[in-house]
């Protein structure tokens, strides 16, 4: 099974297969849609501010939400650190161009879930790239493999999350691992086994995410602040190293741009069509307005988030940041941290990665239910995934496994293999909805 999952990633990561497809995907889009992501910002923006009164139903916002907190966890503190730490500050560059760009992908193929979701009860949806498979492809058996490898990622994924969170405390304060994947495990379990009026992962995530991003960016503001004079030779140097002459003759370049699409790809998930199972469970009627909200997911994730923890580390002294590098990426980030605020840094970075940390948790395990609905529709499924959810948090928090990244690029990397595939073909419906929204705007 590892040789098999290395090779595959070898193919698709390693050869550059990947960021080809999702390279290519994104300018492409971006074009067909006549830049909709620059053009229509401040438009996106004002739907996320409407008041939206759903009841039962879940809200743009709420959808966003949801979207956001799987895609900024762990991964953009950890992901972030190990791009720079490989392919230096010049995969910071390639992770911006994905997010740019992947911008117009996020659109269609939200756009594409909300047209092709199902009704399952009084304001209830679900959907996704299986559900796009199966109702506009007639292809059930390939969504039936998405779906399949969206478990796998996101088996992944939680272990990973959990690892996180673990270390960084045992890190710090020396506590047991056991004993805080134990913790960390029930109250996921709580989350996901609790029952009410609306999901409560939903719920618990509309009150997660804020928190979390507000405590990071007043971090940031104040990172940036303090380095003022130092930001003009950061940018310099993260434009110099994306296309540097040093990297391009000692055969580099490659690493530092593969580092930096793959982990902004597994950041902001723009062209795996993760987000679609977010986007199409929201009480909507437009389509395209809910594409318009998770393209601008995309944003707040990589040009606000992920630089966010790229300024951190680039602004820290490079000495603190490389004794750091040694004991790996958790480490180096706390030193960063610590070398701007000082103690207090400890703490801070541990409460911050808590929230980035269960809000990932929490939405792929959304996402996973979602999956196993498409599979098989089963009540005694979902409530097995619930349990395999809170061991994998248990298993993932006492181990710290490399094999475990593998499984979770594997997966994500077989989700937009089919995913970009499957949406290409049929991108003109999406766009169609984009031209009769904007002008109802216009009206």
Not at 12 to 37: D, P, R
Not at 149 to 175: E, F, H, K, P
Not at 234 to 239: D, H, K, N, P, Y
Not at 265 to 294: C, H, R, T
Request: net charge neutral; proline share 2%.
């Amino acid at each position: 099974m590892r040789e098999v999952i290395n090779l595959v990633n070898d193919l698709l990561w390693g050869k550059n297969i990947l960021v080809v497809m999702l390279i290519g995907a994104a300018i492409y889009l971006s074009i067909k849609t006549n830049f909709m992501q620059f053009r229509l910002f401040g438009d996106i923006v004002k739907i996320l501010g409407k008041k939206e009164d759903n009841g039962e139903g879940v809200s743009s916002l709420e959808a966003f939400f949801l979207g956001t907190a799987c895609r900024v966890g762990a991964g953009n503190i950890t992901g972030v650190v190990a791009a720079i730490a490989v392919g230096g500050p010049g995969a910071i560059f390639w992770m911006w161009l994905v997010a740019l760009l992947g911008a117009a992908t996020s659109f269609i193929e939200s756009t594409l879930a909300v047209m092709y979701r199902e009704k399952v009860g009084n304001k209830e949806y679900r959907g996704g790239t299986p559900w796009i498979i199966e109702k506009r492809l007639n292809k059930r058996w390939l969504g039936v493999i998405y779906a399949i490898a969206s478990l796998i990622c996101y088996v992944g994924v939680i272990q990973v999350m959990s690892n996180s969170v673990t270390q960084s405390i045992n890190n710090a304060y020396g506590y047991g691992v056991k004993e805080i994947a134990v913790i960390l495990a029930i109250i996921v379990g709580v989350i996901i086994f609790f029952r009410g009026k609306k999901d409560t992962i939903i719920v618990a995530l509309n009150k997660i995410v804020p928190v979390m991003a507000i405590l990071y960016l007043v971090l940031v503001a104040y990172v940036v602040v303090t380095n003022l004079t130092a930001i003009p030779s950061m940018l310099e140097t993260i434009v110099k190293q994306a296309f540097g002459i040093k990297e391009v003759a000692g055969g580099g370049i490659g690493i530092v741009i593969m580092q930096g699409v793959r982990r902004g790809l597994f950041s902001n998930e723009a062209g795996s069509g993760d987000s679609n199972y977010a986007a199409a469970v929201v009480d909507i009627d437009e389509s395209a307005k809910q594409g318009m909200v998770q393209a601008l997911g995309v944003f707040v994730d990589t040009l606000i988030v992920c630089s966010a923890t790229a300024f951190i580390v680039l602004l820290a002294d490079p000495e603190v940041v490389e004794a750091g590098k040694k004991i790996g990426e958790m480490a180096m980030f706390q030193e960063a941290i610590k070398n701007h605020i000082g103690w207090i840094g400890i703490p801070f970075t541990i409460v911050v990665l808590f929230f980035f940390s269960l809000s990932t948790i929490l939405a792929v395990t959304f996402y996973g239910k979602n999956a196993i609905n498409f599979v098989i529709e089963s009540k005694e499924m979902r409530y097995l995934y619930h349990i395999i959810v809170v061991l994998m948090v248990y298993v993932g928090g006492i181990e710290q496994n490399l094999f475990v990244w593998s499984l979770a690029d594997f997966g994500l990397g077989i989700m937009t293999v089919i995913n970009i595939i499957c949406i290409l073909p049929i991108a003109k419906e999406a766009i169609e909805e984009l031209k009769k929204y904007e002008l109802k705007l216009k009206r």
